[in-house]
C-alpha cells in the first residue's frame, strides 16, 4: 500500500489533475465492497458526520472527507441531502479549507438554523512551520439556495487556558433564549472533559466554563459532544479516547457512549448523571451526531469507523461509510435505537418462514443475498443458544446468536472474510435476559448493523466477505420456535 508523505497528505483537490481524480474514482467503482444503501465517500476517506441539521424542508448532512486517498489528511466537508433520511443528493463540497483559519483542514462541527439561514460551526484546524496545532472554531452561513459563505473571522479564536490544542467539535443548540456550543477538550493534565460557550447570536461567544461531571478522569480526550433532552432527562454523547477495556465493555480503539441523567444546570455548569453506556456494542462506530427532525423525533448518525484503524478497502482508494439514521428513544433510564421508518420504504420483497428447530442448523429457500435486511424471533427457547448465521459459505460465515446460559448476545467476525483490527478481538458481547430474543438485521455489501429486541442494544461492524458468500444459516444448540422475514434492497 501506498506510504503517503506528508505533502502529499495536505494537498488540496483543487491543485490534483482531473485525469488523477478519473483514474482514482475508477479503481473505487471497481471495489467489490461499495456499499448499496449507505452513504459512502465517491473516493478517499470519510469520517465524522456533522452539520446534521433539517432546513428548508430538506435533511442536511456533511462529513468529513479527504478524497484523495484512505487517510487523515487534508479534510473538506462534504455535503449531502435528502427529503426521507433515506435518498441522499450528492451536493458536493460544502466547506473548502485552506484559509489561514483551516489551513490544514475543516474538522468537525455543527449546524443550527438561525435567521433562515443554517449556521454551520466547525474547527478550523492549523499546523505552523514546525507542525505545532492550533485550533479555532469557525463559521460558514448557508442560505437557502445552498450557497455556503465561510466568514472571515472565527468565532472563538482561542484555546481557553488550561486546556491544551486538542480542542475541537463544537456542538450547537438553543436552549431557552441562549445558544449554546459544547466543545470536546483535553485539560492540561491530560484528561478529556466538555468546555462550553454561550451566544445570544451564534456570533458573539462567551466562555462559561467546563461542564461539572463526576468523570474526573475518563480517558485523556472527549471527542464529538452533543446534548440534548429527551422524556425530560438530559443526555451528553461523547467518544471518549483512552478507556481501559473492562470484561465484555470498552473493546473498541476507541468508544462512544452516554450520560443520561438530569438536565444540565447551565447556571452554574452542573450535570447529574448515572454511569456511561456504550452506544454500541459492534466493532466499528464512533463520533455519532444528532439531530431534531421536523416531526420532533431525535435522530441519530454515526461513523461507522473508528480512527487509527487500516480497513481493506484501504487498498481500492476508499475507506469508511455512515451508520443507518436512528431514531431515540427512553426506556427504563437507558437510550433505545430503532431504525427509522423510510428505511422499509426501500425494500423491494419479502419472504417469511414459521418453523421449529431441534438441535440443528437450518437454511430456507430465498433467504440468502448481501444486501437485505432480516427480522427473525426466536421464541419458547430451551438449550444453550439460538442463532443465525449470515453471509455464509463453505469458508466463511458472520455470527450472532443469544446464549441463554451466559445470558448474553454475542457477535463473532472471525471467519468473516478479510481480517482486520484482529487486536481487538473478534468476538462483541453483551448482556441480555429472556427466553425469547429478535434480531433486526441490515446486511450490506461490507456491514451489519444488528438491532436487538426492539433496539435495546445495537451491534454496528464492518465486514469483508466474498461476494459468493451470501447464505442464512439459523441454529439451534437445543430448541425454539422461528419466525423470520426478508427483505431485498
Known sequence: MKKWTR???????????????KNLEKIVLNCSFRQKFHIQPKTGLLNDPNGFSYFNGKYHLFYQWFPLGSVHGLKYWYHVSSLDLVNWDQDGIGIYPGDKN??????????????????????????????IRDSKQCLAIMDKESNIIKQNKPVIDSIPEGYTEHFRDPKIF??????????????????????????????????????????????????CPDYFELDNKGIVIF??????????????????????????????????????????RGFDFYAPQTMEDNKGNRILIGWMGLPDINYPTDKNGWANCLTLPRILEI??????????????????????????????????????GIEYNLKCKFKNIIGKSVGVKLRTSLIEETMIYYDIIDRKVVFDRSKSGEKFAIEYGEVRKCFMDGL???????????????FINNGQEVFTSRIFPSKKSDGIIFFTKGQSSLEADIYQY
Open 7 to 21: 505533502e502529499e497528505r495536505y494537498q488540496k483537490l483543487e491543485d490534483i489533475p482531473d485525469i488523477d481524480i
Open 102 to 131: 483551516d489551513s490544514h483542514g475543516a474538522y468537525s462541527g455543527s449546524g443550527i438554523v438561525h435567521n433562515n439561514k443554517l449556521y454551520l460551526i466547525y474547527t478550523g484546524n492549523i499546523r505552523d512551520y514546525n507542525w
Open 174 to 223: 438553543k436552549k431557552d433564549d441562549l445558544y449554546y456550543c459544547f466543545i470536546g477538550a483535553q485539560r492540561n493534565n491530560l484528561t478529556g472533559c466538555i468546555v462550553y460557550y454561550q451566544s445570544k447570536n451564534l456570533i458573539n461567544w462567551n466562555l462559561v466554563g467546563e461542564l461539572n461531571t463526576s468523570l474526573n478522569k475518563f480517558g485523556y480526550m472527549w471527542e
Open 239 to 280: 467518544s471518549p479516547q483512552g478507556i481501559k477495556e473492562s470484561g465484555d465493555l470498552f473493546n473498541n480503539i476507541y468508544q462512544s457512549g452516554y450520560l443520561i441523567g438530569d438536565k444540565v444546570d447551565f447556571s452554574n455548569r452542573s450535570f447529574s448523571h448515572g454511569s456511561f453506556i456504550e452506544l454500541d
Open 331 to 368: 426506556r427504563n433510564n437507558k437510550i433505545i435505537q430503532r431504525p427509522i421508518d423510510e428505511l422499509y420504504k426501500l425494500q423491494k420483497s419479502n419472504l417469511n418462514i414459521s418453523d421449529s428447530l431441534i438441535n440443528q442448523e437450518k437454511s430456507y429457500d430465498g433467504f440468502n
Open 436 to 450: 425469547e430474543i429478535e434480531f433486526n438485521i441490515f446486511v450490506d455489501r461490507s456491514s451489519v448493523e444488528i
